[in-house]
């Protein structure tokens, strides 16, 4: 009798182990069929506009929209604040090169109309003529450094200054950002937050 039931034993284990190694090979094949997919996401008031703009900008859906090459625009995701991610330079206008569209203004909603003509971008004005950057968007350039005064150092520093915020961006690239309510934000070259007092 004690021979049978360790024979039953035996024979359970055997088995078992048969069963347990046929679905290790049953889960190292689905694994190796199995990718991860990472996504990383930025949390704040305008995380959905920054992650939008780290894409967009990383496919080269945007243009420089003075010189019309590819421009990468970094959008804080606290205030919403649009800087060139070369030069860490406030950004008022871009053109979206999938609808060309020209993109700006306080609320960002489309501006204007543009082209590519001959290598380069030309503008629909108000009387429906296809123009050039300076010929379309002077007068507002000029209104928009009234509203910011810069100033730049030998060492490629520079410092730039509205009613209510104050940006700083070494000859590095490391910007640093305060605004009226005392909100310090500070930024690496690559774009990367790494100082955020909210």
Known sequence: MKNKYFNFVAAATLAFGVVACNNDADNTAMNDTTTTTTTTTTTGEYAAMADSARINSDAGNYLNARTGQPLRINVDPQTGQRMNAETGEPVWRYVDRRTWWVYGGDNWEPQGEARMDNNALMYKDNNDNWVTYE???????????????????????????????????????????????????????????????K
């Open 135 to 197: 010929r379309r968007w002077q007068t507002e350039d000029e209104n928009l450094m009234k509203d910011w005064k810069i100033k730049y150092d030998k060492d490629g520093s520079y410092k730039m200054k509205s009613d209510d915020t104050k940006i700083k961006v070494d000859a590095d690239g490391e910007t640093k950002i305060k605004t009226e309510d005392g909100k310090k934000i500070k930024i690496d070259k690559d774009g990367t937050k790494i100082k955020d007092n």
